[in-house]
């Protein structure tokens, strides 16, 4: 089966580092995507891995290890307005799409003062 | 700027009306694709299209169907609506490695 987990809810403190982490078992991987969600807004892309390591863009990076089949987001220096749902979701292999994700349920973040 | 704009940001009607849902893209994309978000299920593709009159089915098809008659249009149909489609419905447009949100339709059947 195909199953992507990522932790419900998360709080953190102004000015602080959060780790969100994803966990995934898919058919075949092709690339690991994060976006980030405001409440009643679209999704909005964040980052893309594919191969193992740190991505880095500004104050948010992104880490793959394709064996162990884990993922994480770190944001650093939290401002408030990433208070938001951070979505993680996986691109397999089947199914004959280009470009066809898998989504998680999404990790609500909510930034305190 | 990328932009995806569908046709209604609220939407209500009653139970066995027929509903079209409208998206559009301005970026030529081949790809494009329909979710709905639930709370506590995430986003599920409900019917993808890579081409022009070209469809597949999504994770959850069934009482949904899509037509693709121009390259920049994608269009959700609720041949029947039920009041378990009631939801937000997503559609987007993609390259390879990047998906763009338009800011959805919460459709309400009653």
């Known amino acids: 089966g195909q199953n992507i987990d990522q932790p419900t809810e998360m709080t953190a403190t102004e000015g602080a580092i959060v780790q969100i982490n994803c966990t995934y078992q898919t058919s075949g991987f092709n690339g690991l995507f994060w976006y980030q969600q405001h409440a009643g807004e679209a999704p909005t892309f964040l980052s893309y891995?594919?191969?193992?390591g740190l991505e880095e863009k500004g104050r948010f990076s992104s880490f793959l290890s394709r064996s162990k089949g884990y993922s994480y987001l770190l944001l650093k220096e939290l401002q408030m307005k990433d208070s938001a749902s951070y979505l993680c979701?996986?691109?397999?292999?089947?199914?004959?799409?280009?470009?066809?994700?898998?989504f998680g349920t999404g990790t609500l973040l909510a930034v305190q003062p | 700027d990328v932009k995806v704009t569908q046709s209604s940001r609220y939407l209500v009607k009653r139970t066995g009306e027929k509903v079209f849902l409208e998206c559009v893209q301005d970026m030529d994309h081949e790809n494009m694709f329909w979710y709905r978000q639930d709370p506590g299920l995430g986003l599920r593709l409900i019917y993808f299209s890579y081409d022009v009159k070209m469809k597949e089915k999504g994770d959850i098809p069934e009482g949904y169907s899509v037509s693709r008659e121009k390259k920049e249009r994608f269009s959700l149909i609720l041949e029947s609506a039920s009041t378990n489609q009631t939801s937000m419905y997503l559609c987007?447009?993609?390259?390879?490695?990047?998906?763009?949100f338009g800011p959805g339709t919460r459709l309400t059947v009653l």
């Open positions: 979701a996986v691109r397999g292999t089947s199914g004959g799409a280009t470009n066809k994700l898998i």
């Open positions: 891995n594919v191969l193992d």
């Open positions: 987007a447009s993609g390259l390879r490695n990047e998906q763009f």
